[in-house]
């Protein structure tokens, strides 16, 4: 899956760990609720670089590699890949820690693109860094 020499890439932005409510059918945990993960670390990442409220504007390339089981620590590290006008592209992985603490796996991956808006949801421009 991954090289156990790969690491994530960018800074951990958010972790969580995996319970029985979050499960599906097949009873490993749901890849909505890994992706709603990645959102709010993508989210928390690009308003504090937009310095105010962001939105989702969209999701690519989003790969699911191996499934997460309940009681792992699920992590998300983002990394921005450029700043726009008013939008912020980033990297999110979501890597979990075994409940045995062995070594970690890669188990998602994404872009995001988030757009800076006012405080009535219209983009408005990023600051430059």
């Known amino acids: 899956m991954n090289s156990v020499d790969e690491q994530p890439r960018g800074e951990l932005a958010l972790r969580s760990v995996a319970m029985p409510a979050d499960t599906n059918p097949a009873g490993d945990i749901f890849g909505g609720w890994i992706m709603s993960l990645m959102d709010l670390a993508a989210g928390t990442t690009a308003s504090a670089r937009a310095k105010g ?16 089981k309940v009681g792992e620590v699920v992590c998300v590290y983002t990394d921005i890949i450029r700043v726009g006008t008013t939008s912020i592209s980033l ?6 820690i075994p409940r045995s603490f062995g ?3 890669k188990v998602t991956a994404a872009e ?4 800076a808006v006012d405080d009535d949801g219209k983009p408005r421009p990023v600051e430059a860094a």
Do not use: G, K, N
């Open 53 to 68: 409220r962001t939105a989702t504007a969209a999701v690519s390339h989003l790969s699911f590699l191996r499934p997460v």
């Open 103 to 105: 070594a970690r796996h």
């Open 112 to 115: 995001f693109i988030m757009v």
């Open 91 to 96: 990297s999110v992985e979501a890597w979990t």
